[in-house]
């Protein structure tokens, strides 16, 4: 795993774990982490990461078409 460093402005009111609650659940929104990885990313289980994404203005559900159908597939 990488570790990246950013500068935050002081004015924002942000905590690490609020951050990488974001990140994590972006990169997992946008495909681009399962949420299993997004979950290491922000240092939570896989089953409390999927609960708490809301929070973050992100949604745990997708809007693909192709998921939308594997998911009634797999019901």
């Not at 745990?60 to 597939?73: E, G």
Request: hydrophobic letters at 40%.
């Amino acid at each position: 795993m990488r570790t990246i460093k950013l500068q935050i402005p002081d004015n924002v009111d942000l905590k690490t774990y609020d951050l990488s609650m974001i990140v994590a659940s972006k990169l997992d929104e946008d495909g681009i982490l399962s949420s299993g990885q997004a979950a290491k990313v922000a240092g939570l289980s896989k089953r409390t990461f999927i609960e708490l994404p809301g929070k973050y203005g992100v949604s745990v559900f997708s809007t693909s078409l192709s998921d939308l159908k594997s998911d009634i597939a797999n019901a």
